[in-house]
Structure formats: C-alpha cells, structure tokens
C-alpha cells in the first residue's frame, strides 16, 4: 500500500460583529493549532470592512480550525474545501531524485580514474548538468512536501458599517443629474420642431 499525498486547501466567508475581535480570535486558534498567519488584507467599502487572512497550519489541524471557527459565528456564507492528490507526481519527483543521484555517483568514480583532460571537462560538464537536474527537482520535492504537510485556508470575514450621509457627494450627483435631464429636455424640443413651428403658426 501507498501512502497518499494530498495537498488540502480551502476558503470561508462570514460576517462578524467586530473584524477586530475575530482577527485576534482567529490569531489566537492558529498558533493553538501549531499553524501560522501569512498574508492578511484590509479592504474599506463604503458598508463594511472587510478582512482576509491566509492561513497555513498542519494537516491534521485544517478541520479543526475550520469547525472552531464555524462554531463561533452566526453564519458561514461559504465554505469551499478542495483536495488535490499528488501521489503520483511525489513517487515520481523521489524515484527521478534517486536515479539522478546514482548516477551522478557513478560519473564521481569515473571522474577518479579518468586521465584525459578532454575526458574530465566532458564528465564535470555532464554533472554540472546532472547536479543542476538533481537541484530542480529537489526544489519541486520540498514544495510539494510543504503543501502536504501544511494545509492553506483563506479567512474573509467582514463587518457592516453605518455608511455617512454625504451632503456634497449627492448635492453633486444631483447637479449632474440636473444637467443630464436638462439636455434631454433640449434633445426632446428639438426633435418636437416640426410640431411646435405647426402650433406657433395655428396659434398666429
């Protein structure tokens, strides 16, 4: 049996009554759980304020955060959780690793009996190659054990605020509005012409 590699992630959404109160909430429920805060962002709408905080903490921990988080609101307006099973690709990434690697210990015990000056430069080309695969793929092999053994959960909440009055904003709408249907009412008695150059001459 193999043991499957799956990289967890998700997003929820909800209201709160104070962002400031569910920041320090959530803040606190993820160093708890062993996990860390990365990005967060503030957005100021014109009715609320909206927080989002990106959250990585360990696998086993995602749906314990989720449900405490979940517990502790009114209302979850959506909760998306996605799995992606890389079990395949990490096989892959660990055998390539360990071919790569055989042979470039291979090409080091050729290295030590070669005499030729041609023959050296040759084989160092080849490994500077083979030692540059090896770094690609090592890479590769680090993030996908990162995103397995971390989850990543994306934290949006907001709370609604009373939106001010704005007297000169609308004064200025309303003058825009005053000039926008005035030329209308231009538009309109021009294209009337015929009918009231008529009613002038009847009226004459």
Partial sequence: ??????????????ETQSVKETQEFIRNIVIELGGYLGNENVYNFEDRIEHTIEVRLPEDKFNILIDK????????ESKNISTTDVT????????????????????????????????ILNIEREMGN???EIESL????????NRISLSSLTITFYEK????????SKIKQALHNGWTAFLWFIIILV???PFIVFTLIIIF
């Fill in 1 to 14: 049996s193999v043991e499957r590699k799956i990289i967890k992630s998700g997003s929820i959404r909800f």
């Fill in 69 to 76: 988080i979940s517990s502790s609101v009114e209302k979850l």
């Fill in 88 to 119: 395949e690709e990490f096989i892959d990434v660990e055998a390539r690793i360990k071919t790569k690697k055989e042979l470039e210990a291979r090409y080091k015990e050729i290295l030590k009996k070669a005499t030729r000056v041609d023959e």
């Fill in 130 to 132: 083979l030692r540059s």
């Fill in 138 to 145: 090592e890479g590769r092999m680090n993030y996908l054990k």
């Fill in 161 to 168: 605020v009373s939106s001010p009055f704005g007297f000169f």
């Fill in 191 to 193: 294209s009337l012409w």
